[in-house]
């Protein structure tokens, strides 16, 4: 659930993107079309400004990937501290 709303935080509510992306790129794929169909129309629909995108350098990339590292380990000592404090037990109704 962190993590979802980390994400949303950053890029926005992604079933509301995909469904964009894909309406900006005509639809779901087509199974019987050549494989190279989809994604030219995914970079025609980003290049003409159809769909918001963000590109990233190497640089940028080594970056967002040692902060979701950086936030998982955080978590994760997070929840060991609360577990330590706290002693979560099943609801009787359950």
Known sequence: MAMELQVRGLF??????????LDAAGGEPDILA???EFPRRIAQAVESGRVPSVRFLDGDLRRMALEAVAF??????????ADALHELSPSPGL
């Open 34 to 36: 050549p494989a190279e």
């Open 12 to 21: 926005g509510d992604l079933h509301r993107l995909k469904a964009d992306l």
């Open 72 to 81: 998982g380990a955080f978590l994760g000592d997070a929840a060991g501290e």
